[in-house]
Nanobody, 116 residues
Framework: QVQLVESGGGLVQPGGSLRLSCAAS????????MSWYRQAPGKERELVAS????????NYADSVKGRFTISRDDAKNTVYLQMNSLKPEDTAVYYC?????????WGQGTQVTVSS
């Protein structure tokens, strides 16, 4: 079955960096578009970044453009989110998502806390 496992979250000071990873299994990763979402306390889940199969096209939320980079390694069935210049408002649980056969699959999420 489809499994997505996020890792790499933690506590970081404003201006710091983190790299999130999402290890995928149970489907053909190389032919799948992948996305990162986040959900802050009391807020709706929002799209952060997405990447097409093959990595030819990426898309970012305006709030993270120029600071975050999504990438993928099809040999490792893993999608990454490099987060630089982190701000307190980036604090959230970060999830990766894939859609297969019109159904969305989510990982368990990884907590990112940006605080001094």
């Amino acid at each position: 079955q489809v499994q997505l496992v996020e890792s790499g979250g933690g506590l970081v000071q404003p201006g710091g960096s983190l790299r999130l990873s999402c290890a995928a299994s149970g489907f053909i990763f190389s032919s799948s578009d992948m996305s990162w979402y986040r959900q802050a306390p009391g807020k709706e889940r929002e799209l952060v970044a997405s990447i097409t199969s093959g990595g030819g096209y990426t898309n970012y939320a305006d709030s993270v453009k120029g600071r975050f980079t999504i990438s993928r390694d099809d040999a490792k069935n893993t999608v990454y989110l490099q987060m630089n210049s982190l701000k307190p408002e980036d604090t959230a649980v970060y999830y990766c998502r894939v859609i297969k056969l019109w159904r969305a699959y989510w990982g368990q999420g990884t907590q990112v806390t940006v605080s001094s």
